[in-house]
């Protein structure tokens, strides 16, 4: 509906405004730094030479932890980190007062879909590489 293309409209908007100062040659501050931002973003080489490396140290946290106590403290690190693991909260606008801002709590996830949209045929190619992840991760 309306706030689907009111999403979709801002999104496109942002993207070009990005865009637009990442190519500038501002000498404003804080536009120079979003265009450093925006290129590493979009340096999509220097991303593959990564790889997942700088997630190591996150990996390594989850193998060793070996009980509840180390995991509830590895779920506080990741939480601290931005990600919300099994919940997570932030600023919202009052559904009942546009004018203030409430914390708002909700479900983490993966960010995957159900276990169907992977299995539903008709979703065609995007089925084998979501079950790739997996396998490579």
């Known amino acids: 509906g309306m706030m689907k293309k009111m999403?979709?409209?801002?999104?496109?908007?942002?993207?070009?405004?990005v865009e637009d100062i990442a190519n500038s040659e501002s000498s404003d501050a804080n536009?120079?730094?979003?265009?450093?931002?925006?290129?590493?973003?979009m340096n999509l080489e220097r991303i593959e030479e990564f790889g997942y490396s700088p997630l190591k140290p996150v990996f390594e946290d989850i193998d060793q932890a070996t009980n509840k106590k180390e995991f509830m403290a590895l779920v506080?690190?990741?939480?601290?980190?931005?990600?919300?693991v099994f919940f997570g909260f932030g600023p919202e606008s009052?559904?009942?007062d546009s004018h203030s801002?409430?914390?708002?709590?909700?479900?983490?996830?993966?960010?995957?879909?159900?276990?169907?949209?992977?299995?539903?045929?008709d979703k065609g190619s995007c089925n084998s590489t979501t079950l790739s992840i997996p396998k490579t991760v």
Do not use: C, P
């Not at 999403?7 to 405004?17: A, G, M, Q, Y």
């Not at 506080?76 to 919300?84: D, E, K, T, V």
């Not at 409430?102 to 879909?113: F, T």
């Open 7 to 17: 999403r979709d409209d801002t999104l496109h908007n942002v993207h070009k405004l």
């Open 94 to 96: 009052d559904m009942k």
């Open 76 to 84: 506080a690190r990741i939480h601290r980190l931005g990600l919300g």
């Open 101 to 121: 801002t409430i914390l708002w709590g909700g479900e983490g996830s993966l960010g995957l879909g159900s276990r169907e949209y992977y299995f539903d045929d």
């Open 31 to 41: 536009e120079q730094k979003i265009g450093i931002f925006w290129r590493a973003a």
